[in-house]
């Protein structure tokens, strides 16, 4: 994996496009993430529609407030049994964003459904490879929308079944039943479900302040030590176990990094929309030939790589 570091303009996004990249926009499929529901996604939804106008934005309307807090296999059910409606409307594909939690849930989907046709699929600050100290970042975050005591417990349970302890690892593998399997540390056949995505997309930061490490919304966690551990030296990206070495090897990863963003902002923040969301749901000829003079005066040619790490400042 080649890791580049620039700064996306939006004079820069008018050269690509100039350049020719971009044939066709697919329809973009939203997400919301744990204690939401889509009217969160209102912003995101706006922007989108004002950079493409007639781009069809479709937010799921389940599983919203107390009922994200449901077993998350539940909710991947529900999900696998609404989205394909949406992709058969949709025959040249379909771009896939999740938030948070749900990130897991899509991917849950991905990895189950046989035959769907998701294209780039972008995770906002998920906890991808497993969060430490849940129950820490619940009660920071979330002492109001746990609309009653039952909502609370519920969402102590079925945030466990992604919280991962670098200190118990046996314990964690033997007990959950959910992310050890998207994970691919359990015996599953889901890696040829997964690696129909064309593109994956991780976007997360240092200032989140819920993903903890916050690293592991791009696939990176601590060890035993409590050191974090990047991805392409993690276990199950070196078997890999579910295609994440292989969608790296095809240059389908793209991992971006962003300072200066708090957990609930992602989805609603113009500069990570313009300089991330827009690159990734309209601009997908990875083919361009066309080098690109940066604000840094650095050049960057998209032939070199399809995953690079966009640093704005």
């Known amino acids: 994996m080649k890791t580049f570091s620039f700064i996306l303009t939006p004079a820069v996004l008018m050269l690509l496009l100039a350049a020719g ?16 529901g889509p009217r969160s996604l209102k912003m995101l939804t706006g922007f989108i529609k004002k950079a493409h106008p007639g781009t069809k934005v479709t937010v799921i309307d389940l599983f919203n407030y107390g009922n994200s807090t449901k077993p998350m296999w539940k909710q991947v059910e529900g999900f696998a049994n609404v989205i394909p409606k949406i992709m058969e409307k949709s025959p040249e594909g379909v771009h896939l964003l999740c938030f948070s939690q749900e990130g897991l849930i899509c991917r849950g989907v991905l990895s189950t459904l046989p035959n769907h046709n998701v294209h780039s699929f972008i995770v906002l600050s998920s906890p ?9 970042v619940l009660h920071k975050n979330f002492p109001l ?13 079925a945030t466990h079944v992604f919280s991962a302890d670098p200190h118990h690892r046996k314990q964690y593998l033997e007990s959950s039943n959910f992310l050890p399997l998207l994970n691919g540390e359990k015996p599953h056949t889901w890696r040829k479900n997964f690696l129909r995505i064309k593109k994956l997309v ?17 696939f990176g966690f601590y060890n035993h030590n409590e050191e974090v551990v990047e991805m392409k030296e993690q276990t199950f ?13 095809r240059g389908d ?19 990570v929309f313009d300089k991330l969301v827009l690159h990734f749901c309209f601009y997908e000829n990875k083919e361009l030939n066309q080098s690109i003079i940066l604000e840094n005066g650095h050049t960057f040619s998209m032939e070199k790589s399809n995953d690079f790490q966009l640093l704005i400042v």
Not at 145 to 150: K, L, N, R, T, V
């Open 145 to 157: 929308p746990c609309f009653s005591f039952i909502d609370c417990r519920r969402l102590e349970t």
């Open 128 to 136: 991808l490879a497993g969060q430490y100290g849940v129950l820490d």
């Open 21 to 36: 990249w971009t044939s066709a926009y697919k329809p973009v499929i939203l997400v919301h993430g744990v204690l939401s």
């Open 202 to 218: 991780l976007i997360g930061g240092p200032d989140d302040n819920v993903i903890t490490p916050w690293q592991s919304s791009l």
């Open 237 to 249: 990206y070196k078997n890999d176990t579910f295609g994440l070495k292989t969608l790296d090897t």
């Open 253 to 271: 990863i793209s991992v971006c990094s962003q300072p200066g963003v708090k957990h609930f902002k992602w989805h609603s923040n113009k500069k």
